[in-house]
């Protein structure tokens, strides 16, 4: 058995094609990884009063500089300076940004506060106003004191119906309060391992769709099924070089991926409340880096699913074309569902889908920290679970299925 896996894994990636595409997608780990660092921009007045535009990781030491009293908890009498801050302000200037403020002074006094600030203005202001339209009259000091009474409030009333509501304040208990927060984490990095996932999984739909398919196009099958270990043998060990092969890349590529990010903005951002990271209404108590994990966790799980459901389509087509059309289709249906329609039942079909935790703004990461719910009967099932439990379940149903096609397969 050993020497049919190194013969097949010999086999597969040798072939140019394939190694080549393995090396591109890995390199391209250190490439989208470095991105987001190169958005991250900012402002600095230095000694003379000029201004000066920073990027990339000054940008980012210079924004934990600014943001280093509001480091830690938001406490209720840090969110009340905040507030307070915003009202002197407002009164001077008739508004909190430029050009109306002068530059200067929102770089002092609103920047090394904004996150704050923008917490308060999500959660304390009324229905409809954020802080960019906020005046002094929306917001009070005096507010500060009920900030995580509303944030509980206003994170229920997400649910679409009193079950989706009820189903909230169950799974939004553990939240600690008050949130921490920890200047540094960068939002678009989870982003970007979303989009690397994607790319990833596109190119294991590339190498794997012909493993089995393109034995039958070339009558090759009906020799070797003929031989000793010819068929479920075989089978095996088709399917575990593939599964090798994708637990490598998977992990030089997201170690790679993780590695750079967190060396640019610095690992201490991870210790931050998700809720001062992106939106303030997330449902999971998790830190950054628990959703960091969380998601690393998921691509692979969901991308496992994707490639055990390639397997299966392989060893069902009767050549490498059609294999590879159906993997593609597979891999990109969910999107294309997201993009068509969001009704419950096209949830429950995108979300059950091999590659439901796989996409762009319709990705597992956004399923974790949004309120998505589907309704299966009378049962309110919040999607970060549905994606996780259908993959879990499809792996080795698909695994399963591949090798039966495939020793009941009769070369035509």
Wanted: with cysteine.
């Amino acid at each position: 058995m050993r020497r049919l896996i190194y013969l097949e894994m010999k086999r597969v990636i040798t072939t140019r094609s394939v190694w080549v595409m393995l090396a591109v997608i890995i390199l391209l780990s250190a490439v989208l990884a470095y991105f987001p660092i190169t958005f991250v921009k900012t402002e600095q007045i230095d000694e003379q009063g000029n201004i000066t535009l920073l990027q990339k990781k000054e940008a980012v030491d210079c924004i934990k500089e600014k943001e280093k009293e509001i480091n830690g908890e938001i406490t209720e009498e840090k969110i009340r300076k905040a507030i307070l801050v915003f009202q002197e302000c407002y009164r001077e200037y008739g508004s909190v940004f430029p050009p109306d403020m002068p530059a200067e002074e929102y770089i002092r006094r609103i920047e090394p506060i904004y996150p704050v600030l923008e917490m308060a203005a999500i959660v304390l202001a009324p229905k409809g106003v954020s802080l960019y339209t906020m005046t002094d009259a929306d917001i009070a000091p005096g507010d500060a004191a009920r900030f995580y009474e509303a944030f509980r409030e206003k994170l229920s009333m997400e649910g679409e119906t009193d079950a989706e509501q009820k189903k909230i304040r169950e799974l939004s208990q553990n939240i600690k309060m008050p949130f921490t927060y920890v200047p540094g984490c960068d939002f678009a990095s989870f982003e970007y391992l979303t989009m690397y996932m994607l790319l990833l999984m596109l190119v294991f739909a590339v190498v794997i769709s012909p493993i089995f398919s393109a034995e039958y196009q070339t009558g090759a099958d009906s020799i070797l099924r003929c031989t000793r270990h010819g068929r479920a043998h075989l089978a095996f060990a088709k399917i575990i070089t593939a599964l090798l092969i994708f637990a490598a890349v998977f992990s030089v590529g997201t170690g790679i991926f993780l590695l750079i990010t967190n060396l640019a903005f610095g690992t201490e951002g991870l210790k931050a409340s998700m809720q001062t990271v992106w939106g303030v209404f997330i449902i999971p108590a998790f830190t950054a880096g628990q959703v960091q994990t969380a998601l690393a966790a998921e691509q692979f799980l969901s991308v496992l699913a994707t490639v055990s459901c390639i397997l299966f389509l392989s060893a069902s087509c009767k050549n490498a074309q059609d294999s590879l059309k159906a993997s593609m289709l597979i891999g990109l249906l969910p999107m294309l569902i997201g993009m068509i329609s969001s009704e419950n039942l096209a949830r429950i079909i995108r979300c059950i889908l091999p590659s439901g935790g796989i996409g762009l703004s319709d990705s597992f990461l956004f399923e974790l920290l949004g309120t998505n719910f589907v309704h299966v009967g009378g049962c309110v099932i919040w999607t970060p679970y549905l994606v996780i439990g259908a993959a879990a379940v499809e792996i080795p149903l698909f695994l399963f299925l591949t090798v039966r096609v495939y020793c009941r397969w009769e070369s035509m």
